[in-house]
Structure formats: C-alpha cells, structure tokens
C-alpha cells in the first residue's frame, strides 16, 4: 500500500506528519509521501517524509480570500502550482495509490479528483461553531441552521462518496452530527494533542513565584510581525497591572522565522537582552533568547514550543493552531483582532465560537492585563475552562487510533 498525505497549511502540516509517523508502522505500508497544497512542508522535510510535486510560498502565505490577496497569488503563479498538483495527485490516484487528505475542502477536493480511494481528516470544522451540547448557539444564523451543520451540503457529498474510506473529524459532537447523515465517520480524537502531557485542572501560582505567559503570534509572515507588535502592547497592559509581580513571558515563534525583527521589537519596547539564560525550564539556552524589563522577563524561543505551552500558565494569541494545542492543555487564553488576512475580527469571532469558554475575546491589546485580573481571580471559570479543554480537544492518542484506523478499516 502506498500514501500519499495531502494538507493545505502548517498546522494542517504538523497534524499529517503526526499520522504519517503513526502509520510507518505498518508493514503493509510500503511508501508514505506528501504534497502540501499551501507553503513549502517545513514539518514534513523534518520528519523526514518525502515531498513530491512541486511546492512554494504564496504571497498571502494561504489566505487569499479577498481579492487583493488573491490577485498578489494569481501574479505570482497560484494556477500553475495547482495545475502541477491536480497532476500529480491524479497521477498518484491512476496508478493505485491511497490518499489522506488532511485539513479542509481543498485537499478533499483534490483527493476526490484523484479518481483513487482516499479517507479525509477535517481539521478546519467543528459543530461547535453553530452549537453545544445543548443545541444551536445564539450566534448562529437561520442559513447555518437550515443548512444543517458546519459541514455544508457539498462537503457532505464529498465525503459521502463511495471513494471516501472514512472521515475522521476533531471531536465528538461533529461525529454525532456528520452521523446523521449516514457518512463514514470516525470519533477518535484530535491528533492535535498528541505530543502533549494534558491535565485537566489549573492552579496559578502563588504571588512569591513568576506568573508564566505564553506568547503566540501565529505562523504566517508578515501577519506574525504585525501580530507580535500588537502583543507587545498586551504584554505592557500586564505590566501596568501586575507592576509588583515577577512575570516570565514565553514567546513561541514559528522554527522558519527569522527572530532578529521580533528581538529589535522587544528592543524598541525598553527590553535588554540578557546573555545568560538563568532559567531552568527545559529551554536550552541555544534555543531561547532572554530579554528582561524590570520584573519582567520574555525568552523568545524557536525549538522548545510544546515545553512553552506546557509550562505557561495563560496566553495571550493571535494563532489558529496553536491556540488549540493551549485550550486542550485546559488553559485560558486572551485574544484580540489583528489586520489579517488570517487573524481578523471575524477569524477570532469564529475562534471563539470554536473554543467556548476558554477564549476569552478582547477589542484592543490594552485590554488585557485587566481581563487577566478578572481570569486569576475566578476559580470556578477556571475550572470550567480546565474542563472544557478537553471536551473540545479531546485526549492525547489520536493519530495512532486514526492510523489503525486507516490500515485495518479503511484501506483493507
């Protein structure tokens, strides 16, 4: 049996690789390769799995849905890079090859047209941007409701074709909901936090000791810059309230960065950098870069990202992905808007829709040293918000039980 595993964006990226290390287990599996429809594959080349067909970086970096952003990508060559992969997909498809499709319609498009057997994982949708548990959100439109779930008709179809093996999707309640219409699906879990310790309670530490911040700027430049400058203000919101309190900010910026804007940021902010890193935090100091402010300290850190949201206590996010990873460890989080194209108004709405209760959504970055007061001071939110982590994320495991999954059912 031969592989091929299709994604259209980092995060999308990382969530294949973590099936496709799963499923080099098998025997049977004779050849795993991928195609990421949206940027270069970063997280595959370190994983080590072959990319085949041709890749590049668009300028909108994927998000291209007005049309100046759409009109800079159709200049640099957006339809002859997705003619050059229906090819090579249909290609893979003829000559007997499975597909996995990781992410949101387009791979799913694309491994429809393949003409092969193909099984999906939808990373982009849940219910839980029209409902709860308790039915329809407030928020939600008569059109969403008529069209009956986040799944719309012509996505339903997609996945209902005799082609698609299974439909693994990010939690429970999208599971319930797809079942109602006789689709393929699978309920076991978000491969998200696999690479995660999860416990489901959180306790802030006592005033004596550093309260940790995990910063998230997101994984697409020049929107990440734009982002981190915005944080930055957040960051002095805290200090303006928090003036008596040691605090360590933890900065998870994406590996393929280059760091040297967001240290002359930090720089422009009054912060020094220090060239000893004092901290124990399982944080190599070739890897984290310290900057400190008074009682302030930030470690700008490129390689230690799950240790960082492992340690953090709160974050402050303008992250798809990422954002995710942190609610599932049962942590809260601040955001506010930014200028796009990716973390707009209306993305951060939606993310908030998505994550409930752990996502707190602010207008202005000034606003959120107070928001964090209102959080440290409300233990049964916290424990709602610890709770609810999980419900939507779900437990650790879940690209093994999907990779099983994959060979024993779909595939057989």
């Given at each position: 049996m031969e592989i091929l595993?299709?994604?259209?964006?980092?995060?999308?990226?990382?969530?294949?690789?973590?099936?496709?290390?799963?499923?080099?287990q098998f025997p049977e599996i004779t050849k795993i390769s991928a195609l990421p429809l949206v940027g270069k594959g970063y997280a595959y080349e370190k994983a080590n799995i072959p990319i085949i067909g041709t890749v590049k970086t668009m300028p909108s970096g994927g998000f291209n849905q007005d049309i100046k952003q759409m009109g800079r990508d159709l200049n640099d060559g957006l339809l002859t890079l997705t003619y050059h992969q229906y090819q090579i997909i249909k290609q893979w498809g003829k000559n007997g090859g499975k597909i996995l499709a990781v992410g949101d319609i387009l791979p799913l498009l694309f491994a429809w047209l393949s003409g092969g057997e193909f099984a999906f994982v939808g990373t982009a949708k849940s219910e839980y941007y029209l409902r709860d548990e308790t039915g329809w959100l407030a928020s939600t439109s008569l059109l969403e409701r008529w069209l009956g779930s986040m799944y719309f008709p012509w996505e339903r179809w997609l996945i209902n074709r005799s082609a698609c093996c299974g439909v693994f999707v990010r939690d429970s309640l999208t599971a319930k909901i797809l079942g109602e219409f006789s689709i393929p699906v699978y309920d076991l879990g978000n491969p998200m936090m696999d690479h995660f310790s999860v416990n489901p309670s959180l306790t802030f530490p006592p005033e004596t000791e550093p309260l940790i911040i995990l910063l998230l700027p997101g994984s697409r430049m020049p929107e990440a810059q734009n982002n981190w400058q915005?944080?930055?203000?957040?960051?002095?919101?805290?200090?303006?309230?928090?003036?008596?309190?040691?605090?360590?900010?933890?900065?998870?910026?994406?590996p393929s960065f280059n760091s040297i804007p967001f240290q002359e940021d930090l720089v422009d902010n009054s912060w020094q950098k220090e060239w000893i890193n004092t901290y124990n935090l399982s944080i190599p100091d070739e890897q984290g870069i310290l900057f400190s402010r008074e009682q302030e300290r930030l470690i700008i850190s490129q390689q230690a990202y799950q240790t960082c949201l492992q340690l953090s206590h709160i974050g402050i996010a303008m992250a798809g992905t990422a954002t995710e990873q942190f609610v599932g460890l049962g942590k809260p989080v601040i955001s506010f808007p930014g200028n796009g194209p990716q973390f707009t108004q209306k993305f951060a709405q939606n993310q908030t829709r998505l994550l409930g209760c752990s996502v707190t959504l602010v207008d202005r970055p000034q606003e959120v040293g107070h928001t964090l007061t209102q959080l440290i001071k409300d233990p049964k939110k916290l424990k709602n918000i610890a709770d609810n982590g999980q419900k939507r994320l779900g437990k650790p495991g879940a690209a093994q039980r999907i990779a099983n999954c994959v060979v024993n059912e779909c595939f057989n």
């Open positions: 595993v299709i994604s259209n964006g980092h995060g999308e990226d990382v969530i294949a690789v973590s099936i496709a290390e799963a499923l080099r915005l944080i930055l203000q957040a960051v002095d919101s805290i200090k303006a309230v928090f003036s008596q309190r040691s605090l360590l900010f933890l900065a998870a910026i994406t």
